[in-house]
């Protein structure tokens, strides 16, 4: 591997005159925890805690160049020293930038004073178009086009020729990337030329002859178009959430973990008591020698025959004996204190000069394109039963308002949180048309989790909630009664399998959709998202799980498009997405699996729609209205408008996607449901607040 180190200003300065007069380019940082943070956890990879080290390219050419800064050693120049060409790079609409994972190397950029990169592209987004199912990561498709990467834990980061080849085949395998999914093909040269500091080139022999040939790796103009219209602006979105951050109360998160941490005391004296001796709560052979002296029988086993106590086991065991009920209490309550309460948990990553948290956001972090959070992880936050009030500690602290009105925080900082009610039934609804689940979404006074608790002669909550969900995909009797006993509900795979039995009774085109996708996928190894995008899978399936996979994926892949949607419309900062949707129009060829009559409704509601949508990011404008989060059907925004602004965005969340839709009928109507308030909690109506709760249907009206 052939590079050249770059270490002055004006060594860079001419390999970014190269840059662009070659058109394009790639380009990587490394990073390194910056001063004060050196040896805290996740320090680099922190917004506020990192700075770049490190600065990869490679052109068109095969030149590759390392910029080396005084992050990694004194004696270079400072990352800010580097912003100014850098900046006039990445403001320049005629050059193309190619990442891979650019949502990490613009957060990094940032650090440096490069606040935004114009006419971008990320293979990280192509990979996952392309063929869903396989791993997203540069390391895993390098081999594709032969190349192999070092695993990172080999790299030794503070040894400059070692780095720096590391960061130069990064470069140079994201710019071979972007080659083969534009033209199928990657022609590499016998020798490169790299540019030195004085202007001079020097020549040098390129280690790798083989070229590379693979329409598989081609990105289709159709996911190419819908790359440019959703992802990449959403990709947009999610940086600028990740910049504004999301607002805490430490004040909260401190007295939420003051009473765990009394609680985890509590449950342990409790089980001491119980068990006639103290024992160590996280050793299973010791528990197992407790609960068996205390006559609990424990059915499960590991393969070598061991005691298993793993969450399910204890669920199954909690009626036993009430030590077993306190152990799953303790559990609980050491995950919350863990994850959210504690010293490592959500007030470990605030921002000591903007107070928020600034998670790390996936746009496409699942293989269906639901979002992931990482720094902290704000997805798995408690939804039932949350004794910490938890999300009370997001926003902002309450105000002391003596008998405040119903709109009192109009002109005041306050969040926006909205569902998108029962979304995935809804969903499925839309692609099967079953005619009882689309009879009892379509009328709002009626509830399809009260009516399935009535038909199966189960409880509402939580039984008859996770019979809906679950049993859409056709999961069978085990992994009901998996997740079932897990929720509470103790329930043996027999009962599951009666459930499944007659809730296919129940839904019939349901399941016929189901089959329907996998004889779709048989003949074509691919099915439609109602987008239009392509869902491939990678190895063999059952046709079991072929059904539950397929299903699964293309109803909760076009739930996430929808809400992508929403966002991309809310968000005034962006080109307007309906817009932009109207002038692909005459590309009949992108909507041939469509309906004709449905493709010409399509358009015709889309216009409306890109009027309305500039009419309300008036509104958002105004009142500062910014998109910091999305957590599965929930989306999160800070205003200053109140509840007007909720309403807004609440009737955008009930509309069509994009694009005209494959598969799919819009009979049923979507749903938004929450409210404005100042804290996450506030806003979902858990406490009672002075302001109105939201549900806002398909016909744009509150109800």
Sequence with gaps: MHYEIVRTRKHLELVLKEFKKQGWGAIDTETVAAFGFEGEPKAALIFGRMQVSIISMTLPDFSSYVIVTSAFEHGFPSPYEFSQPLNELALDKTVEKVFHNFNYDQMAFLTMGVPEWLNYKDTMLETWAIHADKSKSLKDQAPLIGRHLNETSTVKFDNLADLAHYAAEDTLTTMELRMVHQTGKIDRPRYVVLLREDGTYRKAKFPIRESVRSKALVLDQFHSM????QEYPYLDSVIKAERVGFPIIPEKFKIGYKKAAKDVVRTRLQMYKMAGKEFNINSTKQTAEVLSGLGVDIVRTTPKGAPQLNAQSKMELKDEHPVVGLLIEHDAISTLISNYLGPRGVMYYQNKDTKRIHPSIGSVGSKTGRNTCTNPNLMQQPSRKDRYSIKGCYGFPKLLIKNPKEDYLKGRDALVVLDQGQ?????????????????????ASRDIHGENAEYFGVLRNPTAKNLGFLLLYGGGGWMLSENLTMAGVPTTVGQASAYKNAHDDRYVNIPAFRKFLVDYYKA??????????????????SDHKLETTLSNNVVQGYGQDLIKSTVLRCDFERPNPDAAALKLRSKKEYWVNSVKEEVELHWHIAAMYAEKVESARKLFK??????IMQVHDEVIFITNGGQEVAEAIAEIMTWRHLLPPVWFS???????EGGVGRTWEEAKKIENVHSRHIVWDANAQVI
């Excluded at 074509?524 to 399936?541: P, T």
């Excluded at 819009?666 to 938004?672: D, L, M, R, S």
């Design 226 to 229: 819908f790359l440019d219209l």
């Design 423 to 443: 979304l995935e039934m809804r969903v499925m609804a839309g692609y099967s048309l079953d005619p009882i689940m689309v009879e009892i979404l379509a009328d």
């Design 524 to 541: 074509n190894q691919f099915v439609y998202y109602a987008s239009g995008r392509k869902r491939h899978l990678d190895g063999r399936f």
């Design 622 to 627: 105004k009142t500062n209205t910014e998109f």
């Design 666 to 672: 819009y009979q049923i109507p979507f749903v938004a």
